[in-house]
């Protein structure tokens, strides 16, 4: 017995607390716990449970394993499984320099997995495949929640999106957000790189413009498919043929094979003029449901699985909820934007009903954003100011 426990004590990892259960979560309060996590594969399963206890700074990271930068938290020998809140607290200045490797991100490779109340800022993160800014690769079955990142996402290859790479098998995403820069070759998405088999994307939202040198590259997500649904998300980025001969390139979604219901777009479109679409690039029997795109910004006419509004339609909050949209109080519904924020734009009242909330605790007033925050979110949602806050 004394020499089974002392086997666990050495495969077992040292954090600022807990002892790993759901009642007494590890504790996560120092970049070194997070450097313990991802070197601790034995805690990666599903019966062990971490909580974030404070903002952390990332930035040595891009002096780890000979500028490699950090060691993702699951691969795709031993998947991460298990339970990760983070309190509504940050990583940030998070660096991974990877760019021969699978499954970049934080978070590599997640099965079975739930992350929630989370926020990656100003990652650096570079892979090959499967590369996100939270997530490189959801296998199943797995939960995100109340998560955001922000910086930049580079694959030099398929699957990359701002907050999640591939999004598979019965995972979901829900009141989620990115800001990142994205590039990538094949499957790129402001969100997300590829949401697949029956998994979800709800009450989300992308502002990063996306480059992509290959197929199937969208604001909100690259590729859609076999039953899986989008619903009740916008994307406000900007999407570009960085190189080469490509095709599906969409405001919202590349390529469609599946369901997109309550849903829109604003970012321009580039790329090849007899591909580009408004929404959706490539329609390969999808089904859509109230959706639109702002035909003036986006400098598309056409757009598959969507109607094209002007801007000024398209501020006018008439034009969703005439199609059901719901604008009546509460968290996963919507809100017209302030002007001074989104510009008038649909937003999500989870948001405050504006712009991204300022940053940090506590809060730094960065922007006039910002300060309309500040002076109106409580009108949209009451409990939006103390999300990100201690």
């Not at 296998?139 to 922000?150: A, L, M, P, R, V």
């Not at 390139?249 to 590349?254: A, I, M, R, S, T």
């Not at 009546?328 to 909330?357: E, F, H, R």
């Not at 910002?370 to 939006?384: G, H, M, Q, R």
Request: hydrophobic share 30%.
């Amino acid at each position: 017995m004394i020499l089974l426990l002392a086997g666990i004590k050495l495969t077992a990892g040292t954090y600022s607390g807990g002892t790993g259960t759901s009642g007494d979560p590890y504790q996560i309060a120092t970049l070194a716990d997070l450097i313990e996590l991802s070197t601790t594969s034995d805690d990666w399963a599903s019966t062990v449970y971490f909580i974030q206890t404070a903002h952390i700074d990332a930035t040595s990271t891009s002096t780890l394993n000979a500028g490699a930068g950090f060691s993702p938290i699951g691969n795709s020998t031993t998947n991460f499984q298990g339970f990760y809140d983070g309190q509504y607290h940050t990583i940030t200045n998070l660096f991974i320099n990877r760019t021969s490797a699978f499954y970049v991100s934080l978070f590599g490779v997640v099965s079975g997995a739930t992350i929630q109340k989370l926020g990656i800022e100003n990652c650096t993160i570079s892979g090959y495949f499967g590369v996100g800014g939270l997530v490189g690769s959801d296998e199943s079955s797995s939960i995100i929640i109340n998560c955001f990142s922000t910086g930049s996402v580079i694959g030099l290859n398929n699957f990359v999106g701002g907050l999640v790479g591939i999004n598979n098998l019965e995972s979901s995403i829900s009141s989620c957000y990115s800001t990142c820069s994205v590039s990538g070759f094949v499957y790129v998405g402001g969100l997300v790189g590829n949401n697949n088999y029956s998994s979800s994307i709800t009450y989300s939202y992308s502002t990063g413009n996306v480059s992509c040198s290959g197929n199937q590259a969208g604001g909100l997500v690259g590729t859609n498919n076999n039953s899986s649904t989008i619903s009740n998300c916008y994307s406000l980025g900007n999407v570009t043929r960085s190189a080469g001969t490509s095709t599906d390139f969409g405001g919202f979604c590349g390529q469609n094979r599946s369901q997109i219901i309550n849903c829109y777009s604003k970012g321009s479109v580039t790329g090849n003029s007899w591909t580009d679409k408004g929404f959706v690039g490539g329609n390969y029997g999808g089904t859509y449901n109230n959706n639109f795109f702002d035909q003036t910004t986006s400098g598309q006419t056409t757009g598959t699985g969507a109607t094209g509004k002007t801007t000024a339609e398209m501020k006018t909050q008439t034009t969703f909820s005439s199609a059901g949209w719901d604008f009546s109080t509460g968290n996963d519904n919507w809100a017209m934007s302030s002007p001074i924020t989104y510009a008038g734009y649909p937003t999500l009242q989870w948001t405050g009903g504006y712009a991204v909330a300022p940053a940090n605790t506590p809060k730094e007033i960065a922007s006039l954003p910002n300060l309309v925050w500040v002076a109106e979110a409580y009108s949209i949602s009451p409990t939006e100011p103390t999300r990100w806050s201690n």
